[in-house]
DNA sequence: ATTATATACTGACTTAAGTCATTGTCATTT
DNA sequence: AAATGACAATGACTTAAGTCAGTATATAAT
């Protein structure tokens, strides 16, 4: 997930595609380039919402955090994708944490800004919708997944999205690379890592998957679906 | 949630209240009423998907079932709402199951009728994307709580939300009638009925509300605001 | 009113997964 | 190569919440 790092320039962003040249010209004049350190935060729940950002290069995490301090980790952006968008529709202060995983340029468009450009730009409208509707599935399916399946579904599932993503799930061995620890995995998926540490290993003794250091090679992808049902 | 059962007519429909006279016309000529009894199912998970519903009376849960056939609910639609409009964005098959909690009318509309209604109409964009992102609003809450709150935790949460809904926030005792069952809440806050029953007792115990019948006073606000955090 | 059927509540028990403490394994620096 | 520090794995124990079974209380039907 966070793999695909290189540096994305701002008319690659598939959100800014289709904007003519005077609305491209209004957006880079107007946004500013954001360079984060790993483990800088972005902003956290209940700061005054000033904007949207899009990733252009590493990675960012979008969490909630309980008072006791455990997280909870909602989405892991990467290149070329949005976050912060939600707030200039339902107004309010930002609704979650959002913190760098790995050093990371952000590109800061300020909310007016963005409301104005949305108003004259149907493809723009309609990408912000798409992009909406793929998370609100993506989310639906995390809950459920909270509410219905245990720890070893959760993640057998998550291994399937990787896999699928990485391209490898036609090869004899898919594989995938680990760009997590496994503690962020464990927020991720709404567990604890002792927890996915566990799962893990009843994956491997069950010869399901095999691990070469941060590399999960998938021995057996069908019972691997299975689990993730 | 369930008791503002009036049926409302389509020009009453807030989606629609910015479409011309001539888009007005295209719509009731190509959508359709449907009528559903209790428990009816409108579609399935897998399902094809042909077009997005409103709710214009009655209510509905929109849910993803387990294997083992627990049901996860992931929201209840009511007047004037939608639903069914996410793959519209993200194309396949209905992500998810419908089934009607109470005798209800939906308005059907087919998806390229739709999507044409779209292309031309920057206000019904905004409004499908203020729904979008309230409902990414509400089911991030969701999982972060199945994730980091325990069960009387959701429920209070469940119950804050109800009472603001209510209006009767500011009353001396707030108070909200309870329209769904038990198991119904339940399966909306990741739970099964007996653990809904026995933090109702918890709560009713600490003397933070009490029960007369369906309706539930508020006996400590404070107190139950800072269980639900 | 009386029975029937749903829904809700309660107690006894089990289990998945969390907590805590310890040890093991890397990778980086000196 | 030794040492440091972060991350990962494992074992022992606890706990929230699930399962199962029985009872009580509604709501509806005759």
């Known amino acids: 997930m966070v793999e695909q790092s290189s540096k994305i320039t701002l008319k690659e962003v598939p959100l800014f595609s289709e904007l003519s040249v005077d609305d491209f010209r209004q957006i880079t004049a107007l946004s500013n380039l954001i360079k984060v350190k790993k483990n800088d935060f972005i902003f956290h729940e209940g700061d005054e919402f000033k904007g949207l950002f899009i990733v252009l290069k590493g990675s960012v995490k979008i969490y909630k955090i309980s008072r006791e301090g455990k997280e909870y980790i909602l989405h892991f952006i990467t290149p070329p994708n949005v976050f912060g968008d939600v707030p200039l529709f ?24 963005f409301l104005n450009l949305l108003a004259n730009n149907s493809k723009l409208s309609l990408k912000i919708m798409t992009g909406f509707a793929y998370r609100l599935k993506s989310l639906s399916v995390k809950a459920a997944e909270l509410s219905l399946s245990e720890v070893i579904n959760r993640l057998a599932g998550y291994l399937i999205n990787e896999i699928e993503k990485s391209g490898t799930a ?60």
């Open 90 to 113: 339902t107004g309010g202060d930002c609704p979650a944490d959002v913190q760098a995983l790995e050093d990371s340029i952000l590109l800061f468009v300020p909310k007016n800004e």
């Open 170 to 229: 036609n090869m004899l061995e898919p594989h995938i690379k680990l760009s997590i620890s496994i503690a962020t995995l464990a927020s991720y998926l709404g567990t604890i890592s002792e927890s996915i540490s566990r799962a893990m290993k009843k994956l491997r003794d069950n010869k399901i998957i095999r691990m070469h250091g941060k590399t999960i090679f998938i021995e057996d992808f069908n019972k691997l679906k299975n689990l993730a049902r």
